[in-house]
């Protein structure tokens, strides 16, 4: 408990988060939910993203089975359900995200999926105060703080990071994508985050694994040394609109 509560203090130095960062755990099997101490299981069905929600608004820890999640989309992109044909073939997003046939079965294609079967349960809790060894670190915050991870994961190697989404399925373009290729994502909640799982206007989401946490401390901390800090220290400047009103008036007194 002792590294994770140090690890979160670190990204609230560097962030000034207004709500808990979470930690998501992976679970091959789901009887693994009983090792995990202070776990709190529901008792109704609710969607992935609302576990989130307990964890970083109330500091829950929250065991999900595949047989909790109704959310449709998340039980695919977790891998929880077999891609069925009429998802495969674009029926899910047909007049609803998409015009044609064509374009939804586009978008079904485009979504990252873990393996079907591969895992069972998830886990999330806020990170200051679980006992478990997560799989990602997930962040929700304004874009400065989000812009913040962003420049901590370039560090070492720069470049740049590539978001993608097309607007719905947050849980694919974080944990999903994240599992399948271990690297930092950046990405847009979508509807139903916003409408059951509490994600505000301003926020964006940042899913980091593991792996990758250590380079990320190191980078908020190289570059808020060089000055990229939250709160942004704003520039105070002479008001260029008043130097011109003084010149106005400097020559409306020689006339």
């Not at 079965?105 to 679980?130: H, M």
């Not at 991870?149 to 990071?161: F, S, V, Y």
Request: net charge positive; hydrophobic share 40%; with cysteine.
């Amino acid at each position: 408990m002792g590294k994770w509560k140090e690890l979160d203090d670190t990204l609230n130095k560097y962030l000034r988060l207004s709500t808990f960062p979470i930690a998501v755990k992976l679970l091959i099997d789901d009887t693994d939910l009983n090792k995990i101490n202070h776990l709190k299981r529901l008792n109704k069905k609710i969607a992935l993203c609302q576990i989130f929600s307990y964890s970083r608004y109330y500091g829950w820890t929250v065991g999900l089975t595949k047989e909790d999640n109704v959310c449709p989309l998340a039980e695919i992109a977790m891998g929880f359900e077999q891609p069925y044909k009429w998802f495969l073939e674009g029926e899910f997003f047909l007049q609803r995200y998409n015009k044609t046939p064509e374009g939804a079965k586009k978008t079904s294609e485009s979504i990252p999926i873990i393996p079907f079967g591969k895992f069972s349960a998830i886990v999330s809790g806020a990170l200051y105060r679980i006992d478990y060894d997560p799989d990602f670190i997930l962040i929700y915050g304004n874009s400065a703080q989000i812009m913040r991870i962003i420049q901590g994961a370039l560090w070492r190697e720069g470049g740049r990071m590539t978001i993608s989404t097309f607007g719905d399925a947050v849980c694919a373009d974080t944990i999903s994508k994240a599992f399948l290729i271990g690297k930092t994502q950046v990405a847009i909640p979508c509807l139903g985050d916003r409408r059951f799982g509490l994600a505000k206007d301003t926020d964006l989401v940042a899913s980091i694994p593991l792996g990758e946490i250590e380079s990320i401390k190191e980078g908020l901390e190289g570059t808020h040394k060089a000055g990229s800090r939250i709160p942004i220290p704003f520039e105070v400047c002479t008001p260029e609109f008043f130097l011109k009103i003084h010149d106005y008036i400097k020559e409306a007194k020689k006339s």
